[in-house]
């Protein structure tokens, strides 16, 4: 396998970019129409776009990348025996949010990042229906792409105890996210879908998004990449660093992203434990 090198992972993020709106063209052109819903095995739901993404972006990146093994969620059957061989590879979520792409509210991203070892080097997000991205890779920093074509560095913010803004998902709350929030003084919560609750805590909008339920390790990955390279940080609930391709389940431990790597988390985690 020819390994991507690192100088070069800042031209390639300008390829992902656009191979992101290609897939984000594909979605929205489902998105407009009287669309079907399946379940898959889990119950998660599917839809035509999801596959049409998936398609677009698995024939893009073998072109571009031709000896990069790609794991997406639709194609999540590759087993850990042939994953663990892996030095590198491409780790897709063709469209994280679903369940919001199918209440037509918006808040749906594309996802792609570049795994190398247990760490996302490279992870880009695109959402579709407001034409805006977020990209980064290792030792380039965090940036905003808006619709009219601007780019701007981002950064996360400092926290404040005393005026805490926390991203919430908005199809995945539990008790245990509510103990959290009632453990802060009257924090603000901002309820949105999909990877867009990383990118209010990359971009310096939101302080922490704790996440106490299921996820898989693509729907991290590229925002892991993004939230990193902005200064932040994405943890378990031990403060252990997320990591990937280390064992047969893609699924996640509980975590928390983190804006100020300064901010005592810790102790109103331990609060929560115990209220």
């Known amino acids: 396998m020819n390994k991507i090198k690192h100088h070069e992972l800042e031209e390639l993020t300008a390829e992902i970019l656009k191979i992101s709106y290609e897939a984000g063209e594909r979605i929205l052109d489902v998105y407009e129409t009287d669309f079907?819903?399946?379940n898959k095995e889990d119950n998660s739901p599917l839809t035509a776009a999801d596959m049409a993404a998936h398609n677009t972006i698995c024939e893009q990146l073998t072109k571009l990348t031709p000896s990069i093994p790609?794991?997406?969620?639709?194609?999540?059957h590759i087993s850990f025996s042939d994953r663990q061989r892996w030095e590198q590879y491409w780790l897709v979520d063709p469209l994280d949010g679903t369940r919001e792409f199918i209440k037509r509210n918006g808040e749906f991203s594309v996802n792609i990042a570049l795994i190398e070892g247990r760490s996302s080097i490279l992870g880009v997000i695109h959402i579709p229906v407001t034409d805006i991205s977020y990209s980064a890779s290792i030792n380039n920093g965090a940036y905003k792409h808006e619709s009219n074509g601007d780019k701007s560095k981002i950064f996360v913010k400092r926290t404040n105890a005393n005026a805490i803004t926390i991203a919430g998902s908005r199809s995945h709350g539990n008790q245990r996210l509510q103990d959290f929030i009632d453990s802060l003084t009257d924090p603000e919560v901002l309820s949105v879908?999909?990877?867009?609750?990383?990118?209010?805590?990359?971009?310096?909008?939101a302080?922490?998004?704790?996440?106490?339920?299921?996820?898989?390790?693509?729907?991290?990955?590229?925002?892991?990449a993004i939230v990193e390279e902005a200064g932040g940080m994405i943890v378990d609930t031990n403060y252990k660093r997320l990591v990937y391709n280390t064992k047969e389940s893609l699924l996640n431990p509980a975590f928390l992203v983190i804006a100020d790597k300064q901010f005592d988390w810790a102790h109103y985690l331990e609060n929560e434990r115990n209220s």
Do not use: H
Request: one cysteine or more; aromatic letters at 10%.
């Open 70 to 76: 790609i794991l997406s969620e639709e194609s999540s």
């Open 193 to 205: 879908g999909s990877s867009l609750k990383f990118c209010l805590v990359a971009e310096g909008t």
């Open 36 to 38: 079907l819903v399946e």
């Open 207 to 224: 302080d922490i998004y704790p996440r106490f339920g299921p996820t898989s390790e693509w729907d991290t990955a590229a925002a892991q």
